[in-house]
């Protein structure tokens, strides 16, 4: 009809009037979401195509089906030139998947893909004011949420081991990165339950409660230093954490990092929602006074290879440190936990521990009595109950005095875990063992070295000594004590 009616120079121009026209009736407007803006790619789209790929929606009769690299599982997709239906404060919208064929380019900066894709969203005009910008933040929340869950999470590492050289990777990035698939989880850490059962209220407390830090002007971020002896758990709680919280883990080796600004490009690259860590932050770097500024002591961080301390700006400083955590740069990105490690907590500098640095200070014991029924069942799959009162409490007496880690009890376990009697068995023994040692070193100590330990005393306790895995470390402290009664 237009062509009859209209000359050709005149048909493109009716042809938009008569659409305009129609559209002054029509009850609906309509959204692109193209994938390609102009030549940025377009976040909203992915986020589009991640939402409708949720259950929830995901109700069409024909989907595409994606599973993203790094990705474990696998993802729905609107087929192409699809549509679906979705519910949103109770208005119905429709989303249309468009993919056209692109005209072919003589010229172009970049290559683009041949196909031109993106989503059309109709809304009824009368529910456009109320429902566009709240309807566009759910989705780009639940993208943001779907993707943490689908995509495995990473483990980053600032070493230079197998990059490229100057702190960067192939790349041109600070931070390397490997799947993160560490199985420790808060149900498999032993420690006391109610001191785990804090740190999880913590954790959860921390990562719902946006608006509380908002409100409170606070960086939404959040620090704890766990300390205690090695094979305690400090490194199996981070990765507990971090399955706990679906997090990525920044694990900062900070001799590798050569000065404060190099330190804060670091923290500039890492992402929301992350763990950023720092283990036995008191080997890793060598605290030595440079004199005061802004009333904190300034220290020289310089551990090995590490550049001089004549602060020619290859240095890290404590106060670099600090303000990695503390200062304005730690909140450039937000929902972040940084996690300090340490053997000796005595040794660190008191501006590090200050409340409000660390907010948790949390201490890996010893082996205890609940943390010893969590191992159990661990490795052996006993259940309360199983075990015989007589064995309950012989270990109960014996565990805490035996000052025994985790980690060693761990061993025991796993070496006979095909004969769980004989394992329990070991265990015990081994722990009776140590017990017995811990007592007579006690006694030797709080006699003040002013007694001759008995010829058969020594002789048996030499005889151990050979035995034990520790005869190195028990012949240190003996030595010392024969020190002392010299003395
Ligand atoms: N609390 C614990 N619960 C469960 N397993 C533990 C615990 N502590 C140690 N282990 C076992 O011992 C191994 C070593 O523990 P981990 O590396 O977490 O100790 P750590 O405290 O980080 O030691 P270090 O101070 O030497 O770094 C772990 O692989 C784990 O199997
Ligand atoms: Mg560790």
Same mark, same amino acid.
């Given at each position: 009809l237009m062509n009859s009616v209209f000359p050709p120079e005149l048909r493109y121009a009716s042809l938009k009037l008569v659409n305009r026209f129609f559209q002054l009736f029509s009850s609906f407007c309509y959204f692109d979401i193209t994938e390609i803006d102009g030549v940025n790619t377009n976040e909203l789209y992915n986020a589009v195509q991640l939402y409708l790929s949720s259950s929830s929606v995901s109700s069409s009769t024909r989907l595409s089906l994606t599973r993203a690299l790094n990705s474990s599982s696998i993802t729905f997709g609107l087929s192409t030139n699809d549509s679906i239906v979705d519910t949103f404060n109770s208005a119905t919208v429709l989303w249309e998947h468009v993919v056209t064929q692109r005209q072919s380019q003589t010229f172009a900066w970049r290559p683009m893909p041949e196909e031109k894709r993106g989503f059309t969203l109709r809304i009824k005009k009368r529910d456009k004011s109320l429902i566009l910008d709240s309807y566009l933040d759910h989705i780009v929340d639940k993208a943001e949420e779907i993707r943490r869950r689908n995509q495995d999470r990473l483990l980053y590492t600032?070493?230079?081991?197998?990059?490229?050289?100057?702190?960067?990777?192939?790349?041109?990035?600070p931070w390397e990165s490997v799947p993160f698939?560490?199985?420790?989880?808060f149900e498999t850490l032993a420690m006391d339950p109610v001191k785990k059962r804090e740190i999880m209220e913590d954790l959860k407390d921390f990562t719902e409660c946006r608006s509380f830090y908002q409100r409170t002007g606070r960086a939404w971020k959040r620090g704890y230093l766990l300390h205690g002896?090695?094979?305690?758990?400090k490194s199996s709680m981070i990765a507990a954490m971090a399955n706990y919280l679906g997090y990525d883990i920044y694990d900062l080796e900070?001799?590798?990092?050569?000065s404060n600004s190099e330190l804060r490009k670091l923290l500039m690259k890492t992402s929301s929602k992350s763990i950023i860590v720092i283990e036995d932050i008191d080997c890793s770097i060598n605290l030595t006074n440079r004199g005061k500024k802004f009333n904190e002591p300034e220290m020289a961080?310089?551990?090995?290879g590490l550049g001089d301390e $004549?602060?020619? *700006?290859n240095t890290i400083t404590l106060s670099g440190l600090l303000n990695f955590t503390?200062? %304005?740069? $730690?909140?450039? *990105?937000?929902?972040r936990i940084f996690v300090f490690t340490t053997?000796?907590?005595?040794? %660190?500098d008191p501006a590090l521990l200050r409340?409000?640095?660390?907010?948790m200070h949390v201490y890996m014991s010893y082996c205890t009595f609940p943390s010893l029924k969590i191992l159990l069942r661990n490795y052996?799959?006993?259940?309360?109950?199983?075990?015989s009162d007589v064995v309950l409490r012989e270990l109960e007496g014996v565990v805490e005095k035996a000052e025994i880690t985790p980690a060693d009890v761990s061993e025991v376990l796993i070496k006979n875990r095909r004969d769980k009697e004989r394992a329990v068995r070991e265990l015990l023994e081994d722990l009776k063992r140590r017990a017995e040692r811990n007592e007579k070193k006690g006694k030797l100590r709080g006699q003040n070295g002013s007694v001759t330990v008995a010829d058969d005393d020594v002789e048996e306790q030499e005889k151990r000594a050979l035995d034990s895995p520790y005869a190195e470390e028990e012949e240190e402290i003996e030595d010392n004590i024969c020190k002392i009664s010299e003395d």
């Open positions: 600032n070493s230079r081991g197998g990059g490229g050289g100057g702190g960067l990777d192939s790349r041109g990035l698939k560490h199985p420790s989880t002896p090695p094979g305690t758990g900070l001799t590798e990092v050569k961080l310089t551990g090995s $004549s602060g020619n *700006g503390d200062g %304005l740069w $730690s909140c450039c *990105g937000s929902e053997n000796h907590i005595e040794k %660190l409340s409000g640095r660390m907010d052996l799959g006993y259940e309360e109950g199983d075990l």
